[in-house]
């Protein structure tokens, strides 16, 4: 009587850990690795940043300068308003001490971004929407466009790349990055 045969078994390869898994490759790129020290014990490290949408378009040329630098002052911006963070409560508590006042740092970053998305026709506009959403809550545009829809239909992505586009020209000429000459 004949035994069965076993068959072999074949080990997977292992990951390389010093590099980004294929899940996280195929959500968007990376830089290329830049080599420091660590700042406690000396020992080389490489560091990975993932490449963000407006550094991607800079580098294809779709946006300009200008249009990046707008870009990351309405996202500053943002931040410093603290409208993406979330609210927490104090784990030491002082009697008599109000917790929900903003700093003037705050009111100045709020009514910056309140004055950027009047100039792009409100929250409620497209390009508005844009901001808020891609820019301050660093959405890709495909989630935003997907997200957002007029008419009850929704948006493609390279339309949403376009309007992305005239919202960071229209920043540029917002924080006067662009004369207005060179505008029109």
Known sequence: MAGKRM???VAKPREDLS???QWRLQHGGFSEPMR???PETGTPIAHRRAVDTLGLMLAHGTITSPMHEAGEI???LFRAACFDSMATSQILRVPGLR???LSTLQLDARRRVAAALDA???HDSPCG???WF???LEFSVREWAMRQGWAGRTMHGPVGQGILVGTLGILALHFGLTPRSRAA
């Open 74 to 76: 309405f996202r500053g």
């Open 36 to 38: 420091e020290a660590d």
């Open 129 to 131: 929407s844009c901001a």
């Open 120 to 122: 792009l026709g409100g």
């Open 7 to 9: 068959t072999k078994r």
């Open 134 to 136: 891609v820019l301050g």
């Open 99 to 101: 917790v929900d006042t």
């Open 19 to 21: 590099k980004p898994s």
